[in-house]
Each structure stands twice: as structure tokens, then as C-alpha cells.
């Protein structure tokens, strides 16, 4: 069954203490994987499309990796206004019109 | 430019009655995706649109729910007699279409908060 998974669930920081989130995943043929942040309240906002392992792409203090069976988003020198929830998901084998999510990893960082 | 828009962004139902959430996508993108997120749960996908027909409806719970996309552009999610467990946040979400089989990134409405007593 394809499947996401996150950790850890929660991840409290002090501003400036870099650390990283895990998602790994199951599925057959990997046709991508996506990062999002959601802030409370509102919709995920896309951060990073990964299509390959070995792929990286960077957007300010976040920094997105892939290999074969998991994806870590590290956070460098992290600010408060990095606290909300990160998602990855990815496309059920197969398929290119929808994601399965996992269900998030909440970081708190606090200054 | 704009974003995709939902409305309305909260709605309190009681149980037995009809909804309509509505979703208008960015302008362009060609491909509609409805998911839920309850509390606690992850989003869970219902429905994906291509253009004004639905080849996938695999997540669509109940056939309470229906959807319908007009014109190519606004959708409309309707739960019919709703039920408590409909409670949660329904996302919109929408992308291109390209000719390669990689899916492209999906950008997401605020999304509705529906709550049913």
C-alpha cells in the first residue's frame, strides 16, 4: 500500500538551532515528491518539487533532499516565522492527478 | 496574480441539510483536486477534475458527495444530507496539465471550514 510517513510528529527549536524533518515513503515508481507548509487556518503553500533522488533545492533557510526511500527538509538557522506545520506528499504509483500526504510534522521555533 | 479562491471560507450546517463549497482555480490551470483535512488527519484526496469531466472520483466518500466543474474553471462540492462526520476543512487545489507524466506542483485555496451540528 502506498504510503508517507513523517517525523517526528512535533519538533520544538530555539531560533538559530538547525535541524531536519523526515518523510519517507512507499510507493512504486516515484513520479515526484512535494513539500508544503501550512500555517493555521489556511491552505499549504508549495515549497519544493523533488523528481529524482539525489536531487536538491534550496529556498532561503530550507533546504530539500530525496533519495530512494525518504526525503529530509533541513532548516538552517531557523526563525519564529519558520513555525507551521510541513507536509510532504507524493503521487500513489501510478497515478500524476493527485497526492497522498502524510500528515505533518509541527515545528515551533522560538526565539 | 491571484490564487485559487474558495468560498465560503466557514459554514456551520445542521445535520440532514445540503452544502455547496465553491472553489475558482488559478486561471490557466486546467486540473482541479478537492481533498479534506480533518482533524488530526492528514489531507485526504476526493476528487480530480481535468478540464470540465472527473476521470478520477476514487476519493469521493459517500454518494452524498458530488462535484462539478463548469467552463473549466469554477468547481462546486456539494455534501447532501451532511452528517457529522463531514466535519473538517475541504481544500481546493489546482495545477497545469503538462505532456509529460510528471505531475506538476498543486497550489491550494484557503480552503472551507464546514462544520455540521
Known amino acids: 500500500e502506498d504510503q508517507v510517513t513523517q517525523s517526528p510528529e512535533a519538533l520544538r527549536l530555539q531560533e538559530g538551532e538547525s535541524s531536519s524533518l523526515n518523510c519517507s515513503y512507499t510507493?512504486?515508481?516515484?513520479?515526484?515528491l512535494f513539500w508544503y507548509r501550512q500555517d493555521p487556518g489556511k491552505g499549504p503553500e508549495f515549497l519544493f518539487t523533488l523528481y529524482s533522488a539525489g536531487e536538491e533545492k534550496e529556498k532561503e533557510r530550507l533546504k530539500a533532499t530525496l533519495t530512494k526511500k525518504e526525503s529530509f527538509l533541513h532548516i538552517t538557522a531557523p526563525k519564529p516565522e519558520d513555525s507551521a506545520t510541513y507536509l510532504c506528499?507524493?503521487?500513489?504509483?501510478?497515478?500524476?492527478?493527485?497526492?497522498?500526504f502524510g500528515t505533518g510534522t509541527l515545528l515551533a521555533v522560538q526565539p | 496574480g491571484a490564487g485559487v479562491s474558495q468560498s465560503p471560507s466557514n459554514k456551520v450546517t445542521e445535520k440532514g441539510k445540503d452544502v455547496e463549497l465553491r472553489c475558482d482555480p488559478i486561471?490557466?490551470?486546467?486540473?482541479l483536486y478537492w481533498y479534506r483535512q480533518s482533524l488530526g488527519q492528514g489531507l485526504e484526496f476526493l476528487i480530480y477534475?481535468?478540464?470540465?469531466?472527473?476521470?478520477?472520483k476514487s476519493g469521493l466518500p459517500s454518494d452524498r458527495f458530488s462535484a462539478e466543474r463548469t467552463g473549466g474553471s469554477v468547481s462546486t462540492l456539494t455534501i447532501q444530507r451532511t452528517q457529522q462526520e463531514d466535519s473538517a476543512v475541504y481544500l481546493c487545489a489546482s495545477s497545469l496539465v503538462g505532456t509529460s507524466r510528471l505531475p506538476y506542483e498543486q497550489y491550494f485555496g484557503p480552503g472551507t471550514r464546514l462544520t455540521v451540528t
Open positions: 486561471s490557466g490551470h486546467t486540473a
Open positions: 506528499a507524493v503521487p500513489p504509483g501510478g497515478a500524476t492527478n493527485k497526492l497522498i
Open positions: 510507493v512504486s515508481g516515484l513520479r515526484g
Open positions: 477534475f481535468q478540464g470540465n469531466s472527473a476521470p478520477d
